[in-house]
């Protein structure tokens, strides 16, 4: 498969994606204190939104790539 097409693949997955989670989350962690042997920690999960569209556009230019993938090809 030529590069525009596994591009392409990526693309699509990728827009799928976003189109179904609206948004990356992660969690991060934060160290509060630590005395001697002890310590306390902190877990917080941020979500950064993603819009729709976004996702419609990767969508959509993952499809065209795999067509013009799918051209070179032939």
Known sequence: MKA?????????????I?????G????SHKKL???GSVSASAKTQK???LPPILGGIILAGGVVL???GAKTRS
């Open 4 to 16: 525009y097409g596994i591009v392409g693949i990526i693309l699509v997955i990728a827009g799928i």
């Open 18 to 22: 976003i189109l179904i989670y609206g």
């Open 24 to 27: 990356i989350t992660y969690t």
């Open 33 to 35: 204190f630590k005395v």
């Open 47 to 49: 979500t950064v939104p």
């Open 66 to 68: 795999v067509v013009v």
